[in-house]
């Protein structure tokens, strides 16, 4: 049975004093960062992870991050540099979304701690059952037309 609890997603879930791992999120290119990551609450069948990431300061770079990320600064400093781009500071917080696909560094500045939502690439066959299924949908008597109330085709309840 699906339970629908709402999950709190708490920065004490990392205590102060706890020491990080190597970090794996990418290349360490200077420093000894550390990170700890909880995950907290995971759904669509692991494709979807929420919970709290601290990493202590160096430089990582990153390549083809494989999540849509969506981050809020609880502490620290970092700065982001897309590969091409222009570095931004992000302090405590700041709330950013981290494209699925970047690719640039991290300089972890100051101790950084988040709350993040990560969403995975679907696998190809999901993509496949999906479009199947929305071009079956389209093809049935009816399809396309709007009820009352209803915005270009939306379903009540869905919020996006």
Known sequence: MTDFTPVPIESHRIADDEVGKPALF????????????RDLYQGDHGRFKSGIWQCTPGTVAMKDWPYEEFCVLLSGRVIITPQGGTPREYKAGDALVLP????????????????????????????????????????RPGAGKTGAGQAGGAQPGTAF
């Not at 990418?26 to 990551?37: C, D, M, R, Y």
């Open 100 to 139: 699925m696909g970047f690719t640039g560094t991290w300089e972890i500045i100051e101790t950084v701690r988040k709350y993040f939502a990560v969403q995975k690439r679907q696998s190809l066959l999901r993509q496949a059952k999906a479009r199947a299924t929305g071009w079956l949908r389209s093809r």
């Open 26 to 37: 990418g290349t360490v290119l200077s420093g000894q960062p550390l990170e700890i990551h």
